[in-house]
């Protein structure tokens, strides 16, 4: 009776185990309201979208402040750094933000 009961307590935590390493799967899937899919293909491409999403928004908001044109694309000097979810996070991140800051 004993070994029965450590063997259930045993699959209990071993699922609740797999249960929790599910979930950090899951939520290590959408970083930065991104999901695996199109251009983003691994972890990597995620974090460098979610990168780029912070850089364009910065610029954005740098650019409305200084009255500056709407200007969507990475700076040149820094486009063979970058990989083309970067780019995509940045341009979507900064179209975003002037959007929000031109219509309150």
């Known amino acids: 009776m004993a070994k029965i009961f450590v063997l259930i307590t045993l699959v209990f935590i071993l699922l609740s185990g797999v249960t929790i390493v599910q979930n950090s799967i899951a939520q290590s899937q959408i970083s930065c309201g991104i999901q695996i899919g199109g251009i983003i293909r691994t972890h990597s491409d995620q974090q460098q979208y979610c990168i780029g999403s912070a850089d364009g928004q910065k610029a954005a908001n ?39 800051l031109m219509n309150g």
């Open 62 to 100: 740098n650019n409305f402040q200084q009255h500056a044109q709407f200007n969507d694309s990475p700076p040149q000097s820094q486009d063979l750094n970058h990989t083309a979810a970067y780019n995509e996070g940045y341009k979507n991140s900064y179209s975003d933000e002037w959007n929000t």
